[in-house]
């Protein structure tokens, strides 16, 4: 006689579950996986926003005069930002702002003649400014930033030469800070600046010095 029961198969204690309901939720935890995977490198990749500390910049220049001698001169009051991807080396949003009024020279009567309208005419133009929107990598911590200086009212290329020193929390007030020595140089002729340029009284070309330390927000 054939038996109508039904056979069991042995159970090996390892079975998984067949719910739908748990299947889904199985599903939705793997999908979900490469999300927090990665956000956070999402997050790392985005340039960070560094502002310029005035109490830490300086903007100084050299001008030949009569061949003698360079005058060493400075800008007393800056400012200005940037963002950067320290990781790629990707900046942009360069804006840096130089009030023309306050050229210190350590000699009152050429600092008067400086804002006149022979030089930087500051009543007229009270501002500079340099801007920029990309920087090639040249080395492990320098770079090459290509941008433009307005002066006077005329807009012109300026590269800088920078240098990173170093980033990092300041052990004074825990800012992260980044600390960045520039120099590059521009003829004030190309402004419409002429005075003492034919006769050579005073130099043509003029080499910018420029120190700051920014703090990341």
């Known amino acids: 006689m054939t038996s109508t029961l039904p056979r069991h198969r042995p159970s090996t204690g390892h079975a998984m579950p067949r719910s739908p309901s748990a299947r889904g939720w199985l599903f939705a935890l793997l999908a979900s996986l490469p999300l927090f995977v990665l956000a956070p490198s999402a997050a790392r990749a985005e340039p960070a926003r560094f502002e310029i500390d005035p109490d ?24 200005g930002s940037y963002r950067f ?3 790629s080396g990707a900046l942009s949003d360069v804006r840096i702002e130089v009030d023309t009024q306050s050229v210190f020279t350590n000699h009152a009567k050429r600092d008067q003649h400086l804002k006149s309208a022979d030089f930087l005419n500051a009543t007229e133009f009270p501002r500079m400014f340099f801007t920029a929107q990309s920087a090639q990598r040249t080395g492990d911590r320098q770079f090459k930033i290509d941008g433009e200086l307005e002066l006077l009212g005329r807009k012109q290329p300026l590269s800088l030469q920078a240098t990173v020193n170093q980033s990092g929390p300041s052990p004074i007030d825990k800012d992260y800070r980044m600390g960045v020595s520039a120099r590059g140089s521009f ?31």
Do not use: C, Q
């Not at 830490?56 to 009051?77: E, N, P, Q, S, W």
């Not at 005075?195 to 005073?202: S, T």
């Open 56 to 79: 830490h910049m300086t903007m100084g220049f050299l001008v030949d005069h009569l061949g003698y001698a360079k005058v060493l001169g400075m800008f007393r009051a800056a400012r």
């Open 85 to 87: 991807d320290e990781a």
């Open 187 to 217: 003829k004030r002729s190309a402004y419409g600046m002429n005075y003492g340029v034919a006769n050579g009284w005073v130099g043509d070309e003029v080499p910018l010095i420029i120190e700051f330390e920014a703090v990341r927000r």
